[in-house]
């Protein structure tokens, strides 16, 4: 039902007929031409009166006389038959129609409007304004739970209504130059859902931060400060593009990660003590995709280990070169949310709770503000929650509602298949396509559908298309939409902010209406925007916080678990080179070592972000090893070798104080070897 005074103006409007040559009647003119789809209307503005013009206008519907029918036409086009206008004189002028469908009796005996045509106006038939009461059958949408969104633009009396399951059912788009109230009319949108299924859960994807302030009783903020997104979570691709910053991962690198990122996951879980226990387990269900957790310490472990097994000063260096970019990575302090100490725990349940709001606890909205987030792993995030929304849905068997908004869906989704990150296009390409059948729904809303997918587009069953300027994007939203014509799309380079032609399975018919106004304080804003600046009292800026979350430097406090890591870490390190040097190590002083602290889980600092790095106090004790024994001076019989040279083929004797370096000795072993392997071996 259109609105509840529904009946009442269909009764009004069946009084409304008088005669048909009548002044001040609703007569316009007669049709002098038509074809199947279109009709041609002559009428005259006697001695220039302008009264009867003013009822013609683009974008209005009228109603042509067919018996006992009447064919409901949209204007699109009018001029007069001299192209000239006389002021006191009969002006003849023509209007192109295109026709809609027609309002006629049903079995019931009731009037009801259909979008096909049984009979065609013939030459000579009376057109008239439409009445109020065909108006409303006409946007009626035949559902008791629809929902008002607006006004008609052509009888702002009537109501216009929206049927929210079938927009949600099979996806929906707002289009929109920049200005017009894209983000207004979301915010209607979503307040009207949620009011129609209050089991929906909303995941919105905000890359300027203005939602926040749109929903303050029904959505929760999630930023960067309050975001733990576990860098587990991310599949191989998408790890992949934060670790590359966004460049093509080199093959060699990316099939490194493809295997070790299994077995970090399965130490992690205990099941991987050994390589043969790993090779054993190789084929389990655990791969690189799977969302369970794992430690970065690890990860650069493994990636040690392959590096001492390289023999030789040629190592291949692109072992390296990943340790260095993830290293590089996890130091960042932009990434903080995905390297935190709050994500090497398995904390799946209370971040799908918390992102996508399941119970909700009466806020079933959740604003995922992007801007804070490097600009190279937005997409990465997008491609995560877009996965992840899908996976809830399919995983539940459709128990859970849910309605994923991508804001600037261009981004995500660009209609140039070479551009834009491919796990995000396909995780949104899969909502699209399958969502429905899971429950899980896609609002898109973009400036340019120009450069958006249209497979993607076309998948959205109702369409609010607002001013756009752009032809392609015209064209592009004309061949979207299906059973659209052009002449009800003519004039959308023109309509006024907060107006919108709607089309789909949601309304009746395609509609031009206005939204309606929501409350200033309900307005979606950028923080910190206000409509006027107070000249007298200029803001208080404190720079030192601006520059501070420029340069990123504030984080979490991690200072006490750096300490226990390193005291557990110097101990092993201790250890090893004890076994390395042996009695030559004696002799060294034991400075920066402690005693080892029990039940202390290794770690490595690498790992910790926004900390600097720590002393390595191994490098010390191997400067001070080195130091001692260069000065040594050789005995003057025996030259000293040269670098690189061959070791004698004699076993040489152990070391001990009193006894001179010779060939073999500690002293050449030490300068033979490569600096990195004596430092960093595992």
């Not at 206008?85 to 005996?109: S, T």
């Not at 006409?138 to 607006?150: A, E, H, L, V």
């Not at 099939?255 to 084929?283: C, H, N, W, Y």
Request: charged letters at 25%; hydrophobic letters at 40%.
């Amino acid at each position: 039902m259109l609105n509840n005074e529904l009946h009442s103006s269909i009764r009004a409007g069946e009084q409304d007929r008088r005669d048909g040559l009548k002044p001040g009647n609703r007569f316009l003119g007669r049709v002098v031409a038509c074809n199947g789809s279109r009709a041609t209307i002559a009428a005259i503005a006697e001695n220039g009166e302008t009264s009867l013009t003013e009822l013609w206008s683009v974008g209005r519907l009228i109603s042509i006389s067919v018996g006992r029918n009447r064919v409901v036409a949209l204007v699109y086009s009018m001029q007069t038959a001299s192209s000239e206008w006389g002021e006191e004189a009969n002006n003849i002028f023509r209007i192109e129609v295109e026709l809609m469908g027609e309002v006629h009796k049903g079995p019931d005996g009731r009037e009801e409007f259909s979008a096909g045509i049984s009979q065609y106006p013939y030459l000579g038939a009376i057109a008239h304004r439409i009445r109020a009461a065909d108006l409303a059958r006409i946007y009626d949408s035949g559902r008791s739970d629809s929902c008002i969104i607006g006004k008609l633009t052509q009888d702002e009396s009537l109501d216009a209504t929206i049927h929210v399951p079938s927009m949600l059912a099979k996806h929906f788009a707002i289009v929109g130059t920049t200005g017009v109230g894209k983000s207004t009319a979301v915010t209607l949108l979503l307040n009207k859902a949620i009011s129609a299924d209050p089991k929906l859960r909303v995941l919105i994807l905000d890359p300027h931060n203005e939602f926040a302030a749109a929903f303050p009783d029904l959505a929760v903020v999630i930023d960067t400060d309050t975001l733990d997104l576990p860098f587990w979570f991310f599949r191989l691709e998408e790890f992949a593009e934060v670790i590359f910053r966004g460049r093509p991962a080199p093959p060699d690198e990316l099939d490194m990660l493809r295997d070790i990122i299994p077995e970090a996951k399965k130490a992690f879980r205990g099941g991987g003590d050994s390589g043969v226990m790993r090779r054993q387990t190789e084929k389990s269900s655990i791969t690189a995709d799977t969302p369970v957790p794992y430690r970065i310490a690890d990860l650069l472990a493994l990636i040690d280990e392959r590096i001492g097994r390289l023999e030789g000063r040629n190592d291949k260096p692109h072992l390296r070169s990943l340790k260095v970019k993830i290293t590089s990575a996890i130091n960042d302090p932009r990434y903080h949310f995905m390297f935190s100490s709050n994500t090497i725990t398995d904390t799946i349940q209370d971040t799908i709770a918390r992102v996508f709001r399941i119970p909700g606890d009466g806020r079933p909205i959740a604003t995922f503000q992007l801007a804070g987030i490097p600009s190279e792993v937005v997409n990465s995030v997008a491609s995560v929650l877009c996965r992840m929304a899908f996976e809830i849905g399919l995983w539940s068997n459709g128990g859970i509602h849910m309605l994923v908004v991508c804001e600037e869906a261009h981004r995500y989704v660009p209609s140039d298949p070479t551009l834009g990150f491919l796990p995000t296009r396909q995780a949104i390409a899969r909502i699209a396509k399958e969502g429905r059948k899971y429950g899980v729904s896609l609002g898109i809303i973009t400036q340019r559908p120009g450069e958006l997918d249209p497979t993607i587009l076309s998948q959205c069953s109702t369409v609010f298309a607002m001013r756009l300027a752009n032809d392609r994007d015209q064209d592009i939203i004309r061949s979207a939409i299906p059973n659209s014509s052009t002449s009800t799309t003519s004039f959308i380079s023109s309509i006024g902010n907060g107006e919108a032609i709607a089309f789909g399975e949601a309304v009746a018919v395609p509609m031009r209406m206005r939204f309606s106004r929501i409350a200033e304080e309900r307005l979606p804003r950028a923080h910190g925007i206000t409509d006027r600046i107070d000249e007298d009292h200029p803001p208080t800026v404190d720079l030192r916080s601006i520059v501070s979350r420029m340069r990123a430097i504030n984080g979490p406090d991690i200072s006490g678990f750096q300490q226990s890591f390193m005291a557990a870490q110097t101990v092993s390190e201790a250890q090893r080179w004890e076994a390395e040097l042996g009695p030559a190590a004696q002799e060294a002083p034991q400075q920066g070592f402690s005693e080892p602290e029990p039940d202390i889980e290794p770690y490595r600092p690498d790992m910790l972000p926004r900390t600097a790095p720590p002393a390595n106090p191994e490098l010390e004790r191997f400067n001070q090893i080195r130091q001692q024994l260069l000065s040594e001076k050789p005995a003057p019989e025996q030259p000293a070798p040269r670098y690189g040279a061959s070791p004698s083929s004699g076993q040489a004797p152990a070391a001990t104080p009193g006894d001179r370096p010779r060939e073999g000795s500690l002293r050449e072993s030490l300068l033979k070897r490569p600096l990195g392997s004596i430092i960093r071996k595992p």
